[in-house]
C-alpha cells in the first residue's frame, strides 16, 4: 500500500509517519510512506498512491482546494483513498463535503488510526469484488487476485489455499467458511467441509469425485454429493 502524508508542519508530519509505519508494522501491513509539505507537489503525483492523509490547513493551497482537484478528476480508473489530519475539531463537518473517506484529529491520532484502516481495508475488499477480483492476506502482505483465475479453495492446517489455474497459490490465515460466504455469488459450491470449487472449472463429473481445469481431481464429500449434483446439472443446463 502506497501512502501520501501532507502537511506543513514538519514535526507533525514526522511523527505521524513514524506512528503509521509501526501501525502498519505491528498489523502486518505492506507499506511505503512518503512526506509532502506542499500540496502543489502532491497534486502532481497523486495518482501514485492508495491513500493521502491531508492536512486542511496549508498556505498556499489547503486540503479543500486539494481534494476539490482530486474530486474533479474521480472518473479516474484509480483516485486515493482521502483521510484529512486536522488540529481543528469544528472543521470536521465542513471535511464531510469534500467527499473523504475518512478524517482524523491530529489530538486523536493512536487511537482513530485503526479505526481508519479497518474501513478502509472493507472498502478495498467490496471494491475488488465489484471490478471481480479479491483481497486475500498472503505473508502480511495484502494482494487482489482475479476470481476468474481461483480453480478452488481448500484448508490447510490454519491456512485457507487459494489454488489457481496457473498453478500458483495464495494462503491466508483464516477460515473456509468466511469465504465461502464472501464468494457465494462468484460460482463457487462446497464439496466438502473445507473445500470450495469454481463450478465453471469442473471437467469431468462422477457421483464421488470430479476433476478441475488445473489437473486436479478431488473427491466429494458424502453429504454434500446430492447439493453438488444439483447444483452441476443445474448449470449445465443453464448454460445449454
Known amino acids: 500500500m502506497r501512502i501520501a502524508i501532507c502537511d506543513d508542519d514538519n514535526n507533525f508530519i514526522n511523527k505521524f509517519n513514524r506512528v503509521l509505519r509501526e501501525f502498519c508494522l505491528s498489523n502486518n501491513i505492506e507499506c511505503t510512506t512518503n512526506k509532502f509539505t506542499s500540496g502543489r507537489e502532491l497534486l502532481d503525483c497523486y495518482l501514485d498512491y492508495d491513500i493521502i492523509f491531508l492536512d486542511i490547513y496549508m498556505p498556499k493551497i489547503n486540503g479543500f482546494t486539494i481534494a476539490d482537484k482530486i474530486n474533479e478528476k474521480s472518473n479516474e480508473v484509480k483516485t486515493p483513498y482521502i483521510v484529512f489530519i486536522t488540529s481543528h475539531d469544528n472543521l470536521v463537518w465542513d471535511a464531510q463535503k469534500k467527499r473523504p473517506f475518512y478524517f482524523i484529529r491530529k489530538s486523536k491520532v493512536d487511537s ?9 481495508m472493507k472498502e478495498i475488499n467490496r471494491k475488488t469484488q465489484t471490478l471481480n477480483h479479491y483481497l486475500v492476506k498472503d505473508s502480511g502482505r495484502y494482494i487482489h487476485i482475479n476470481i476468474d483465475n ?12 487459494f489454488h489457481m489455474i496457473d498453478g500458483g497459490e495464495y494462503r491466508e490465515r483464516s477460515k473456509v467458511e468466511i469465504h465461502r460466504k464472501k464468494l457465494s455469488n462468484y460460482g463457487f459450491i462446497q464439496i466438502a467441509k473445507c473445500c ?23 473427491p466429494i464429500s458424502g453429504s454434500f454429493k446430492k447439493q453438488v449434483s444439483d447444483d452441476y ?3 449445465i443446463s443453464d448454460t445449454l
Open 112 to 120: 482513530e488510526l485503526s479505526d481508519v484502516f479497518a474501513l478502509l
Open 196 to 218: 470450495l470449487v469454481r463450478i465453471d472449472k469442473i471437467t469431468e463429473f462422477s457421483n464421488d469425485e470430479l476433476k478441475l481445469e488445473c489437473g486436479i481431481t478431488l
Open 150 to 161: 481461483i480453480c478452488y479453495i481448500d484448508r490447510e492446517g490454519n491456512y485457507t489455499v
Open 233 to 235: 446439472f443445474k448449470y
